[in-house]
C-alpha cells in the first residue's frame, strides 16, 4: 500500500508541477466563455449592409415601400424581444436588467436590422436595363467604388405572372441575409395583396401582421406547481453540464494516464518501477495519481465558475447552489463521476502499456474514441426527450452510464433505472480493473509489438 501511495504522489507532483497544467486548467473556462463571446462579438461587430432597392416597370410599384415596411417591423419586433428578454432576466433573478451604456449598444447592433435601405445611385437608376446596367452595378459592388459609396446589395424588384419578385446582386456570393430578407418581405407582401384582392381591409391585414401572441407555459411538475420559470429549466442546463464535464474530466485524466504510462515504458522507467513495486501497485498508484489531479481540475474548474457566476449573477448562483446541494445532483455526479473515471483509467493504461509512440496508441485508441462520440452525440435528446427508447438503452450501456445518466437527472427517472445503472457500471468497472490489469501486466513485462492479438492474448493469459 505504501508504495502505491508513493507512486501516486509521484504520479501527481509529475503533472502538478508543470506550468503546462496549470495553463490547461485555465484553459478550459477560457475557451467556455470565449465560445459563448466570440459569436456574440462576431455578430455585434458584423456591419449593416448597404442596400440599393429599385423598382423596375410601373407593376412593381409598392414593392420598394414593402421592403421598408419589412425592415421597421423587424426592428419592432428586436425591441420587443429585447424588453421580454429583460423582463424575463428580472423575474428570475429579483434584479434589474441594467440596459444602457455600452451593453445596450453591444445588444442593439446584435439584435437590430442587419441591413438599411439606402438611396440609389444616379447611375444606376438613370440606366437602362440590360448589360450595360449590370456593369455599373458590379462596379458598386467591387473596389472600383470608394468605400463611402460603395454598395452590399443592389435589389431589383418586379412582378410577374406568380406575383413580386426579386433580382439580388450582392457583394459576397456566399452572404444570403439580403436574398432571405428580401424574400419574406416579398412573401408577406404578396400575402397582403391576396388578402386585399379578397376584399379584407387593409387595417385588418396590417393588424395580423403586427399580432405577436404572449405565450406562458404551465406543468405540475414546476417549482411552484404551475408557471413555468427559470428555475424549472435550470436542473436541465445542469444536467446536460454536467455530462459535457464529466466526459472532459474523464477523457482528459485518462489519456494523461496513457500518455504517462507509454513515455515512462518506451524511456525504461517502467522497467526501474518494476524492480521495486509490483504492476499491480504501480497501476493503482498511477489510477490514483491521476484521479487526484483529475479531482484538482474539478475544483479549479468549479472554483472559477462559482466565483464568475456569484460575481455576474447571484441569485442565479444561489439557484444551481440549492439544486445541487438539496437535490442530490452532486452526490450522483461524484458517484457517476468515480465510476466512469475507474473504467476508461484502467483501460487507458493497459493501452499505454503496450505502447512506446503515439503512432502505437492510435490502433487501439481510434475505435475507443469513436465509441466516445456516441455519448455525446445523444446527450442533446437525453436532455429534450430523457424517456426516449433509444436514450434509456444507450444509458444502461456502462461507457455511456455516466454521461446519459447524468443527462436524464433532470428528468427524474425511475429509481430502479438510477440504481440499477450505476450498479452495472461499478460490476462493469470491477471487471475493467481485472481486465486491464491483466493486460496492463502483460504489457509492461513485454515488449510485444502492439496488435488487437497482441492486446487479446495479453487480457486472456495474463503475464504468463
Not at 412582378?159 to 439580388?168: I, L, S, T
Not at 405565450?215 to 413555468?228: A, D
Not at 435528446?381 to 433509444?390: L, N, S
Amino acid at each position: 500500500m505504501n508504495r502505491t501511495l508513493l507512486i501516486a504522489r509521484r504520479e501527481y507532483a509529475a503533472y502538478a508541477k508543470t506550468v503546462g497544467f496549470w495553463l490547461s486548467l485555465l484553459a478550459f473556462p477560457l475557451f467556455a466563455v470565449l465560445g459563448g463571446a466570440v459569436p456574440i462579438l462576431i455578430k455585434s461587430s458584423e456591419p449593416v449592409r448597404a442596400v440599393a432597392v429599385i423598382e423596375e416597370g410601373p407593376q412593381a410599384n409598392g414593392l420598394a415601400a414593402a421592403i421598408q415596411d419589412a425592415l421597421s417591423r423587424d426592428a419592432e419586433r428586436q425591441q420587443e424581444r429585447e424588453r421580454m428578454a429583460n423582463e424575463a432576466a428580472e423575474k428570475a433573478t429579483g434584479m434589474p436588467v441594467n440596459s444602457s451604456g455600452a451593453a445596450k449598444g453591444a445588444f442593439a447592433r446584435l439584435a437590430g436590422p442587419r441591413l438599411r435601405i439606402v438611396g440609389t445611385p444616379p447611375e444606376i437608376a438613370a440606366a437602362p436595363p440590360g448589360e450595360a446596367r449590370d456593369e455599373i452595378v458590379r462596379r458598386y459592388l467591387t473596389d472600383e467604388t470608394p468605400k463611402a459609396d460603395r454598395l452590399d446589395a443592389v435589389v431589383f424588384l418586379t412582378r410577374d405572372a406568380q406575383g413580386p419578385a426579386a433580382r439580388v446582386w450582392t457583394a459576397r456570393a456566399t452572404d444570403d441575409t439580403v436574398e432571405d430578407f428580401v424574400r419574406d418581405a416579398l412573401r408577406s407582401a404578396n400575402r397582403k395583396a391576396v388578402f386585399e384582392g379578397a376584399g379584407i381591409d387593409p387595417v385588418v391585414v396590417e393588424n395580423a401582421e403586427k399580432f405577436r401572441p404572449t405565450i406562458s407555459v404551465f406543468s405540475p411538475k414546476s417549482v411552484s406547481g404551475g408557471e413555468v420559470s427559470f428555475r424549472d429549466k435550470l436542473p436541465t442546463l445542469i444536467g446536460m453540464a454536467g455530462g459535457f464535464l464529466l466526459w472532459s474530466l474523464i477523457i482528459t485524466g485518462a489519456s494523461i494516464l496513457l500518455n504517462s504510462v507509454m513515455e515512462e515504458k518506451s524511456n525504461k522507467i517502467l522497467e526501474v518501477l518494476l524492480s521495486s513495486a509490483s504492476p499491480t501497485e504501480i497501476l493503482a498508484g498511477k489510477v490514483l495519481g491521476v484521479a487526484l489531479l483529475t479531482i484538482t481540475v474539478l475544483l479549479g474548474w468549479g472554483g472559477i465558475g462559482a466565483v464568475g457566476l456569484v460575481a455576474a449573477a447571484p441569485e442565479t448562483a444561489g439557484m444551481i447552489g440549492d439544486i445541487l446541494l438539496t437535490g442530490g445532483m452532486l452526490g450522483w455526479f461524484v458517484a457517476f463521476m468515480v465510476g466512469g473515471y475507474l473504467m476508461y483509467a484502467v483501460l487507458f493504461a493497459a493501452v499505454g502499456a503496450f505502447c512506446e509512440t503515439p503512432r502505437d496508441a492510435q490502433t487501439l485508441m481510434g475505435p475507443i474514441m469513436l465509441v466516445l462520440v456516441i455519448p455525446i452525440m445523444t446527450m442533446s435528446m437525453a436532455m429534450t426527450t430523457p424517456d426516449a427508447p433509444v436514450v434509456k438503452i444507450l444509458s444502461w450501456v456502462p461507457f455511456f452510464t455516466p454521461f446519459l445518466m447524468m443527462a436524464r437527472l433532470p428528468s427524474d427517472p425511475p429509481m430502479i433505472e438510477l440504481l440499477g445503472a450505476m450498479a452495472g457500471m461499478f460490476a462493469f468497472a470491477l471487471f475493467m480493473v481485472w481486465l486491464s490489469g491483466r493486460a496492463f501486466r502483460a504489457g509492461a513485462l513485454s515488449d510485444v509489438k502492439l496488435s488487437w492479438k497482441s492486446f487479446a492474448g495479453a487480457i486472456r493469459g495474463g503475464g504468463n
